[in-house]
């Protein structure tokens, strides 16, 4: 795929780089992280102000008094959450910290009489004021489940912290107490009652408005995401879907990633002339991006600006996960943004892929074997597959997904049977225990034999499913086989689903991506460098968690040609979390807090297939 692809003045245009973090924010953020920092030691620990930090703690809130060392760590623990925000550009994040400021720089005078400790804190509330034009970034996509997740994180670290407060007072309290004590102390003072610990003087006070603080600052927080207005996580809508769908069926031949843009749990930004779009989910604060923009590409631009704008809008991180050579072009060049080689996608025309030859052998002979142990394979569009055995299809795939986390993002479509992806690909590969295998020993395409056998899946033992790629392609979505099948079943059913293809108009097929492909192809090779084996090595070690190896072992069985993909980012310092991000959404890291199956809501990628979830599994024989 090549040619020069025009930007919408149609001249040459001059790299730009995309928008960097403003320096402001950045300061002004940093800035609330330390005073948040310095206000919580002032409040926790009595004699802060007699250490040599003397200067900073004087000028803080809530040095003396029960009341002052609450609002002192208070303020701490806000200021430390607002921080983030500030530093992406978060409006309610400024609104939050514009009126916390002022309330702290009247506590300073009120309950310490302190005119440098107003001024110090109002010196925070100032450039916020004078730069109140560079915090506008609209909120990220939201649900009440957060609540959920701040009410555990923050009493955590209300229970941490209040362990702190509680035994900051060796010289005050009352006997020894122990660990428990302490620990059922904390407890207490989080719901606002008096514990087993006693100190002398006006010390018990102290502590117990602290421990009040943390847990009503836990409470509040707790309550405003609960019952904040909701924005659910991003999503296709109807309509999106539908004029995808028209871009893909003009377009959808340019990318092996197109049809992947129809996942339900993405978002889209369309041209102005609606003839291209991009399709990107937002995870931990990254914009990500897949694939190729959808659409002509002559309209790739307008849709890019759009991406970069709404980015722009939220403060998020732009980046792109898996776009081909040319799509990396056009983001590089219409958005100053830089591009990293990440992979290859193995890709086998139809028309040279044979059985025989030395190359071939392990293969070969590994579809051969599995054939005389009585396995047999169908290929079938969607549409052909009856509704019970759709349904039979998705919950073992279900079943046999092997992990409970859902993976699948860029190279995975999410479901299976959706009346509208009819021209889909499956190929299963079935057993019928005791009978005989077949007299030719060939995928059977169609319909064969009945369905329903004994077992709880029949005579099901593998699934391969493919999505299209034009009218002439198809690429490979999912993986997923009977753990208790024999090995080899992915190699029969890709072999089955190649040597299938003539008869469907099918003359390209795409297989897995293998990351670092080259270096690992290289790295193994006579005469590669140290720096290169060492590169090659710690891929290898990775490969036990992430198949980074494993993959593309896999995927040269098959002797297919290359086509590199990319990842495109702003700024290196970027690419840590992006990757995160990334992960994230693929699914091999979770940060969520884990839920019982029967509890979790179903994903909108699997509307209205519930039963369904996409993953790139491979397991090598």
């Known amino acids: 795929m090549s040619g020069e692809v025009p930007s919408r003045s149609g001249r040459a245009r001059r790299i730009v780089r995309g928008p960097r973090p403003e320096a402001v924010p950045a300061l002004v953020g940093r800035a609330c992280a330390v005073v948040g920092a310095l206000d919580i030691a002032a409040g926790v620990f009595p004699r802060f102000r007699h250490s040599r930090m003397h200067a900073m703690a004087e000028v803080l809130p809530g040095s003396l008094g029960p009341f002052a060392a609450a609002l002192s760590l208070s303020a701490g623990v806000l200021l430390l959450l ?24 009247i506590s300073q005078f009120v309950y310490r009489h302190s005119l440098i400790g107003a001024l110090i804190s109002l010196a925070l509330f100032v450039p916020l004021v004078i730069h109140r034009d560079e915090f506008k970034a609209l909120p990220d996509p939201r649900s009440r489940w957060r609540a959920l997740a701040n009410f555990v994180l923050m009493s955590a670290g209300s229970l941490a912290l209040g362990l702190v407060i509680v035994s900051a007072h060796p010289k005050r309290t009352i006997g020894d107490p122990s660990l428990a004590d302490r620990l059922t102390h904390v407890i207490y003072g989080l719901f606002g009652f008096e514990g087993p610990v006693d100190y002398e003087g006006s010390t018990s006070w102290t502590v117990a408005f602290s421990l009040g603080a943390l847990g009503l600052i836990t409470a509040v927080t707790t309550i405003y995401l609960a019952f904040r207005p909701e924005h659910p996580a991003a999503h296709l809508t109807e309509e999106d879907e539908t004029r995808l769908r028209a871009l893909l069926e003009k377009h959808g031949a340019r990318d092996s990633l197109g049809h992947f843009a129809l996942r339900r749990d993405k978002a889209v930004v369309f041209s102005p002339s609606g003839k291209a779009a991009v399709t990107y989910r937002v995870v931990s604060g990254v914009m990500l991006a897949s694939g190729d923009p959808i659409g002509d590409v002559e309209a790739w631009p307008g849709a890019i600006e759009r991406f970069m704008d709404e980015a722009k809008a939220h403060s998020w991180t732009p980046a792109v996960m898996g776009c081909s050579e040319t799509g990396g072009e056009v983001w590089t060049r219409e958005t100053g943004l830089d591009a990293l080689e990440l992979g290859d996608e193995a890709v086998v025309d139809v028309a040279d892929f044979s059985l025989a030859g030395r190359a071939m052998r392990n293969v070969r002979q590994m579809v051969k074997r599995i054939e005389r142990a009585g396995y047999e394979t169908r290929v079938r569009r969607i549409r052909d597959v009856g509704e019970a055995e759709l349904d039979r299809i998705r919950r073992a795939a279900e079943d046999w997904r092997g992990t409970d986390t859902e993976r699948g993002f860029s190279m995975a479509l999410g479901r299976i049977g959706d009346p509208a992806d009819g021209d889909c690909l499956i190929a299963t590969a079935h057993r019928r225990e005791g009978a005989a295998r077949s007299a030719s020993g060939r995928a059977v395409v169609g319909d064969g034999w009945a369905d329903e056998l004994p077992g709880s899946y029949g005579d099901l033992k593998a699934i391969l499913h493919f999505v299209p790629w034009g009218t002439d392609g198809v690429s490979l979505d999912l993986m997923r ?56 090595g710690l891929l290898v070690f990775l490969s036990r968690w992430f198949q980074i190896e494993s993959l593309y072992k896999f995927n040269a069985k098959f002797q297919p040609r290359w086509e590199p993909r990319f990842v495109v980012y702003r700024a290196s310092g970027d690419l840590p979390r992006i990757g995160l991000a990334a992960m994230q959404a693929e699914g091999f890291v979770n940060l969520a807090l884990p839920l019982p199956r029967f509890l979790r809501r179903t994903s909108l990628a699997a509307r209205p297939c519930p039963h369904q979830v996409a993953e790139h599994e491979v397991r090598a024989a």
């Open 481 to 536: 086989r009977d753990r208790a099948a024999d090995p080899g079943m992915n190699e029969l059913l890709i072999v089955a689903a190649l040597q299938a293809s003539p008869k469907l108009g099918i003359t390209r097929i795409s297989l897995n991506f293998a990351m670092f492909r080259s270096a690992l192809a290289r790295g193994e090779k006579i005469g590669a460098g140290p720096v290169l084996r060492a590169w090659r």
């Open 82 to 105: 607002l921080a983030h925000g500030l530093k992406r550009r978060k409006r309610r994040a400024w609104r939050a910290a514009v009126a916390l400021l002022p309330a702290g720089a």
